[in-house]
């Protein structure tokens, strides 16, 4: 409280007289006003904006020469040196180029979007996160790393915080932002802040990863008509948007809508469609000068193809390209594993903004399904193509002895018989003996969510140096959970019996169910959380800096609606409520050498507690959660040199982050040699390390002509042993196990990489802008020491142990073992991307073309990966490697080749 009451007091003045700066900034195409650009004197962290005539005035204490630096939505950044002597400078009218560029965002969202694994998670880029930053380093990260899945600092999308008018939208089951529930809106959602890293945020706490805000008012969008389409071979093939936004009018209204529509037979992979439409609605009614109100509504529905990760072997039968999700069905593609997403958004925000208090407070609605389907199957042989027995390793690697020529017939079965058949399953279901009961099913694992946000923001400008921040927010979620079937492929009704164990999976409801009904699981989960920040920044002369504090409140609760025959004391019924309470710090000091060299310190150590994902063991079927689960600690500091020459720009950082008490839930099939479990894998105690240096430069060549260096050195390892736990069924055990579940104590990773995508990336780039609007850019990437994400199982001591003996196998040395563990990194690639655009002036309509060339020499490459865990022990694992073709061996996602994204507006 001293600290800040000492902060509250300054009120030092330095004696210098301010220079009057003044001028008006113009489209130089359009030569129409541009309001709200954002003027900056480099080295003085006060910035102002042009009014709704473009027009600005601006006060700088420095004195010299400075460099002013002006930035606008949709814009070239322009900067340009100026001599302060404390006479007035006019600069008369200040005319800014049009971004084309901004166009890739529209790839760029395409290629979040993306970002999904055969077992329904995000691969998790910061892609989406990254794509307001103007940042050197940033901007080829997500446009250039990001296709390789290349994460900034290896972090997960979890630590950065994304907020529409204020409001923070990461979800709760993984922390990570859905892009999908405003994807296809790029128009509107163009107009973000970003803010990297630790650096101080006035909405919010922040995540370490960086802070996006999304200011969605229609008063800041800029007035007119857009219509735009597109063409890619990425996941969607044709893209249409209009959006028409009012600007404000006399009586202080504003309106924006907008909508789009994507789709695709087929993306890039084989089988993967996409169809989405989304729409945005904004009203905002200015009441006066400092007080306005804005309702928005953002409806996105989103349905898409997924496709499967691939061993080496089915790659080297199939191509990158395969998916073996899908078949033909009466002529026409069909997908098994669809994703189809809809949770509206509705958003009520005031605003208030005066010399004193400026305030932003807002409800958020948000509710909707998030589905997921899949092909079942009950005592009957597994369908997917990819199945180990129907693959030539099955026959390589079995335990009697190599039988190449039913491998042979293998292969050539395989090549001949790779994609679903459907009609075979419709005939399977209709066979006689059944008596109408299906062998085969597609069913949706189901997630229907109801959000309610509300959020709190309040700047104080205490004096001239001192600016004080304090908000939160308060969410409740309720997500019911549940199965249900979408198609009985022929038959008259499903057995809702676990095919396993042979128990029912609801013991209060009828066996047989027909399509609409919900089989395997139900249950809810009731979700609340109150966050709260306050934060103190300060500016003087040559120092600037902030401190930060952040608290918040955590609780959960399972309510289970089936009686699961294998679960009949947990099951059922609310479990008992696990709550958190998380406390966070961080802070930041920047020193100005000069205008034009700065130094920046940032610091932090925060609390948060685990996501929903990883609470409940099995939350599908029991109340079980991890015993005595801590929350994340995580400890970071980095340290930034920053340069803004005329000609050079840039910036060189190093960093240091370690996460602590992680916990982590994986799902899998095991076999131990003796028997087999479908099992949860429960990590405690799990630390990881990364560290590296980020190094982003950029250089103007001439007025044409701008080069850039781009650098990342990363290293991600896990930094402790962590605890392996083993949760089964016992009811489906082949083994007598007692309470299903067996700790194998500890796993050996200290000291191994953690696959969080490229650890290494260099990019070198050069792009031409013409005085006749046409600019044209090349990037050429380099991406290395990409890891597989491990089998934790494999590293643990019971993995040794012979089932037959209890006793360690004989040929089990540490020798062997650590060489058929060891870790390889996957291949290191160079791809070469191209962009370029140019725009015109025709009767008053502004018409512009964008094109983007990714991977232009076609490379293959793996973007990342994990090992199965489907050998249980060291013997089964040594045989199945014997041949160089492991039958589960690790699975890996190829990334896209040449890929080119086309786009055509014109704004009026």
Request: proline content about 3%; overall charge neutral.
């Amino acid at each position: 409280m001293l600290f800040f009451a000492m902060l509250c007091c300054v009120t030092a003045h330095y004696g210098q007289q301010s220079t009057l700066i003044f001028g008006n900034i113009k489209d130089g195409v359009s030569k129409r006003p541009v309001r709200n650009a954002k003027l900056t004197i480099v080295g003085d962290v006060t910035s102002f904006l042009s009014d709704t005539k473009g027009d600005f005035k601006m006060e700088c204490s420095l004195s010299g020469e400075q460099i002013i630096e002006i930035n606008a939505p949709e814009f070239i950044s322009k900067r340009f040196s100026i001599f302060l002597n404390e006479q007035p400078i006019e600069l008369a009218d200040i005319f800014l180029e049009k971004d084309i560029a901004l166009e890739r965002t529209d790839n760029l969202i395409a290629l979040t979007d993306s970002e999904i694994s055969e077992n329904d998670e995000s691969i998790s880029g910061s892609s989406g996160l990254l794509q307001s930053t103007k940042d050197i380093f940033l901007n080829r990260a997500a446009f250039d790393f990001g296709q390789a899945f290349f994460r900034v600092r290896g972090y997960d999308s979890q630590n950065g915080e994304v907020l529409i008018n204020g409001i923070p939208m990461n979800k709760f089951f993984d922390g990570r932002p859905q892009w999908s529930n405003w994807g296809g809106l790029n128009d509107v959602i163009r107009n973000q802040i970003f803010t990297n890293g630790l650096t101080a945020n006035k909405n919010t706490f922040g995540g370490i990863l960086g802070t996006t805000n999304i200011d969605a008012k229609p008063s800041g969008l800029r007035p007119g008509t857009r219509l735009s389409s597109s063409a890619s071979n990425r996941t969607y093939r044709g893209r249409l948007m209009a959006t028409h936004s009012s600007g404000l009018n006399e009586k202080g209204l504003a309106y924006t809508v907008s909508l789009s529509r994507r789709w695709a037979g087929e993306g890039y992979i084989e089988g993967t469609l996409y169809d989405a439409y989304s729409a945005f609605g904004g009203l905002e009614y200015q009441l006066n000068n400092q007080n306005s109100v804005a309702l928005t509504a953002i409806l996105a529905k989103n349905r898409r193809g997924r496709s499967a990760a691939l061993t080496k072997e089915v790659f080297d039968l199939k191509g990158n390209q395969y998916n073996p999700y899908w078949g033909s069905q009466d002529g026409k593609t069909r997908n098994a594993r669809e994703r189809k997403i809809f949770e509206p958004i509705f958003l009520l925000n005031y605003f208030l903004q005066s010399d004193k208090l400026n305030l932003t407070a807002g409800v958020a609605y948000q509710f909707g399904t998030n589905a997921r389907s899949r092909l079942g199957y009950f005592n009957a042989p597994n369908p997917d193509p990819t199945y180990y027995r129907y693959v030539p390793s099955f026959h390589i690697n079995s335990s009697i002895g190599a039988d190449f020529r039913n491998a042979d017939f293998a292969k050539k079965g395989f090549l001949d018989n790779s994609q679903l058949k459907w009609q075979e399953l419709y005939n399977a279901n209709s066979n006689m003996i059944n008596n109408g009961k299906a062998a085969y099913i597609v069913y949706d694992d189901v997630a229907n969510d109801t959000q309610i946000t509300a959020s709190t923001i309040i700047e104080v400008p205490v004096n001239e140096y001192i600016n004080i921040d304090v908000g939160g927010n308060f969410k409740t979620l309720n997500s019911d959970n549940f199965a249900e079937i979408s198609d009985l492929l022929g038959a008259s009704f499903h057995a809702d019996v676990d095919s396993f164990s042979n128990t029912r999976n609801n013991l209060n409801g009828t066996e047989a169910k027909i399509v609409g009904e919900k089989i395997n699981y139900h249950y809810q989960l009731g979700v609340a959380e109150l966050k709260g920040f306050g934060q103190a920044k300060w500016n003087f002369k040559r120092w600037k800096g902030f401190v930060s504090g952040s608290f918040s409140s955590f609780g959960v609760q399972r309510d289970g609606l089936f009686l699961n025959e294998r679960f009949l004391e947990n099951s059922l019924g609310t479990s008992e409520k696990i709550s958190f309470s998380s406390l966070g710090l961080k802070t930041g000091l920047t020193h100005f050498v000069s205008g034009r060299h700065w130094l920046t310190a940032n610091g932090a150590m925060i609390n948060r507690p685990p996501t929903l994902q990883n609470i409940f063991i099995n939350p599908r079927e029991n109340n079980n959660s991890v015993p005595n689960i801590l929350n994340e600690t995580i400890t970071t500091l980095d340290l930034n040199y920053f340069i803004r020459l005329p000609d050079l720009t840039g910036r060189i950082s190093t960093f240091y982050t370690r996460f602590q008490n992680t916990t982590d839930i994986n799902f899998f099939f095991v076999d131990s040699g003796i028997g087999s479990d479908f099992v949860q894998e429960v990590i405690t105690g799990l630390d990881k390390l990364h560290k590296g240096i980020e190094i982003g430069l950029e250089y103007q060549v001439s007025s044409n002509v701008k080069l850039s260096v781009v650098g990342n050195l990363g290293h991600y390892v896990y930094a402790s042993d962590p605890s392996i736990n083993i949760n089964f069924d016992a009811a489906d055990s082949e083994i007598s196990r007692s309470e299903g579940n067996i700790d194998l104590g500890i796993a050996k990773l200290k000291g191994l990489r953690l696959a969080q995508g490229p650890q290494t990336a260099f990019a070198l780039g050069g792009e031409y802008r013409s005085p006749k609007y046409w600019w044209i850019g090349a990037t050429t990437n380099y991406l290395a020491n990409n890891y597989l994400n491990i089998s934790a199982i494999t590293r643990t001591q019971s993995f040794l142990l012979d089932p037959d003996t209890g006793e360690r196998f004989p040929d089990a040395t540490d020798e062997n073992i650590a060489q058929i563990l060891k870790e390889h990194p996957l291949d290191n690639f160079y791809l070469l991307n191209l962009v370029g655009g140019k725009s015109w002036i025709v009767n008053k309509k502004y018409i512009s073309a964008f094109a983007s060339v990714n991977n232009l020499f076609d490379q293959v490459f793996r973007t990342g990966g994990y090992e199965q865990s489907r050998n249980g022990n060291y013997g089964q694992f040594y045989q199945d490697n014997l041949s160089g073709t492991p039958s589960f061996g690790p699975k890996y996602w190829y990334g896209y080749g040449r890929t080119y994204f086309l786009n055509l507006a014109i704004s009026f």
